[in-house]
């Protein structure tokens, strides 16, 4: 039971996006760990540069 509850819970953070510093984290050590020359951003870093991108450009209907 409880396992099954922590897929869900799992599958709830990606379908929100709470667990995008997680994954930005992941892709890093994955992909660009040799990199010395620029470390992962820090959670807060990520989170403005996240809300800057999302909030960029004429957000409206009409």
Same mark, same amino acid.
């Given at each position: !039971? !409880?396992?099954?509850?922590? +897929?869900?819970? *799992?599958?709830?953070? +990606?379908?929100?996006?709470?667990? !995008?510093? &997680?994954?930005?984290? $992941?892709?890093? $050590?994955?992909?660009? $760990?040799? &990199?010395?020359?620029? =470390? =992962?951003?820090?959670? $807060?870093?990520?989170?403005? +540069?996240? *809300?800057?991108?999302?909030? +960029?450009?004429?957000?409206?209907?009409?």
């Amino acid at each position: !039971m !409880m396992n099954w509850f922590r +897929q869900c819970w *799992q599958h709830v953070r +990606q379908l929100s996006g709470d667990d !995008m510093y &997680e994954r930005y984290l $992941a892709h890093y $050590a994955e992909h660009h $760990a040799g &990199e010395t020359d620029t =470390p =992962p951003l820090s959670r $807060a870093e990520f989170f403005r +540069q996240w *809300q800057d991108e999302k909030w +960029q450009g004429v957000k409206r209907c009409c």
